[in-house]
Nanobody, 126 residues
């Protein structure tokens, strides 16, 4: 079972940037497709971005396309989410997770992911 830990959140003004990190345990990290999700108070957990194990393919939610970039550094067992041009509506707890089945690549359903960490809070003020 993969274990994940998110970090890098904080409070920024609208238009600012943050870089989130997702540190994974285990030697199998190289072979796992990863995703980022976020959840605001009182709302469902929504898909943000995903990346294949090689980093060769990515997918983004329409709401973050062109502003966020997902990447990974497999030797460091870490996935990143670079967030630019942040908006107040980006305020949420951000989570990373592992895709359970490689054949489900492209799904935006959090039910297909596992290994959720504690999350990291991102707050964007106007």
């Amino acid at each position: 079972q993969v274990q994940l830990a998110e970090s890098g959140g904080g409070s920024v003004q609208a238009g600012g940037s943050l870089r989130l990190s997702c540190a994974a345990s285990g030697r199998t990290f190289k072979w796992i497709h990863m995703g980022w999700f976020r959840q605001a108070p009182g709302k469902e957990r929504d898909f943000v971005a995903a990346i294949t194990w090689t980093g060769g393919d990515t997918v983004y939610a329409d709401s973050v396309k062109g502003r966020f970039t997902v990447s990974r550094d497999n030797p460091k067992n870490t996935v990143y989410l670079q967030m630019n041009s942040l908006k107040p509506e980006d305020t949420a707890v951000y989570y990373c997770a592992a895709l359970a089945r490689t054949t489900d690549w492209g799904t935006k359903d959090p039910g297909n992911y596992y290994g959720w960490g504690q999350g990291t809070q991102v707050t964007v003020s106007s």
